[in-house]
């Protein structure tokens, strides 16, 4: 069964520093989005992105995030100056519709800031 | 200092009980909720998802009711496995609850 994927499983960075995490979508998918879930908190969502372009984004992904999809295969989130409050589990997502329809998550990659 | 996360509620049925979860929503023109249950270590799995020119939508041991009036959403599980134990998250097109701990017991 096809799966989103995600690298690294975890990754520490010290504040400050750029990160990278990136997501292997659903081959056929043309919807992605980035969420994030502080440890015992909710899911928030960060952005949606389609077509090569960001569809929507919430509050928390300010000018520190952006999204990119350099390839066919890859879909990245990077922060671009990290803080300490940017520690969280990192939820990629993929749905062949748009926002209403199943989405499918990656395992997630645990950012700790140090 | 660490932040403190939400207490989150706790249903804790016996196995074989049904199951029901409540949830809560703002938003008296959105038209599409799903739930989600999150297993330790994992992230969000799509269970079942509604729109709202519905009022029940059934599934496999599972069913979402939906009260547009009192905006009101449930989760019920039938026969309750200690596969269920998990968080619970009802969605509305991407905004997501708070959740409930589902707790079985053997």
């Known amino acids: 069964e096809p799966e989103v994927t995600q690298t690294p499983s975890h990754q520490v960075t010290q504040m400050g520093q750029e990160v990278i995490l990136r997501c292997v979508p659903i081959s056929n998918h043309l919807y992605f989005y980035w969420y994030r879930q502080i440890l015992g908190q909710k899911v928030e969502f960060l952005v949606s992105f389609y077509n090569n372009e960001i569809s929507e984004k919430s509050e928390i992904f300010d000018d520190q995030f952006s999204v990119e999809r350099p390839d066919g295969s890859n879909f990245t989130l990077k922060i671009r100056s990290t803080k300490l409050e940017d520690s969280a589990m990192y939820f990629c997502a993929s749905s062949v519709q748009g926002a209403r329809g199943e989405q499918y998550f990656g395992p997630g990659t645990r950012l700790t800031v140090t | 200092g660490e932040s403190v996360g939400l207490h989150l509620p706790t249903l804790s049925v016996q196995e074989g009980d049904n199951s029901i979860i409540n949830c809560a929503y703002s938003?008296?023109?959105?038209?599409?909720f799903i739930w989600y249950k999150q297993e330790s270590g994992k992230g969000p799995q799509f269970i079942i998802d509604?729109?709202?020119?519905?009022d029940k939508r059934q599934g496999q041991r599972v069913t979402v009711l939906l009260n547009k009036t009192v905006k009101h959403l449930s989760l019920q599980i039938a026969a309750t496995q200690p596969g269920d134990s998990a968080v619970y998250f009802c969605a509305e097109t991407g905004v997501f609850g708070a959740g409930t701990i589902l707790r079985v017991k053997s």
């Open positions: 938003n008296s023109a959105s038209d599409y």
């Open positions: 509604i729109r709202s020119n519905m």
